[in-house]
């Protein structure tokens, strides 16, 4: 017996016990991602030019640490103004 709208043949389709299907459906129903940041704590993108000797640095650093470059500067950038606050 195939399923006239999209083609799929039923005939050997086992059934999911009751149990099983719970769980597929709580985990179809879960959120996926990370989770939202707070409005002050998300980060707004920009377009910036930086000298090749900070992105150089950047990026080094950034290989050092397993981190993405972005991730560097935004993190020297804000415990600059952090310290001066």
Do not use: C
């Not at 707004?44 to 050092?64: D, F, N, R």
């Amino acid at each position: 017996m195939k399923n006239k709208k999209d083609g799929f043949d039923l005939t050997k389709a086992k059934k999911i016990p009751l149990e099983k299907r719970k769980l597929l459906i709580e985990a179809a129903e879960k959120k996926l991602g990370r989770p939202l940041k707070p409005p002050q704590e998300k980060h707004k993108p920009i377009s910036i030019k930086l000298h090749p000797k900070v992105y150089a640095w950047a990026k080094s650093e950034a290989e050092k640490r397993d981190l993405g470059y972005q991730t560097i500067i935004n993190e020297t950038l804000l415990k600059l103004v952090t310290k001066k606050s």
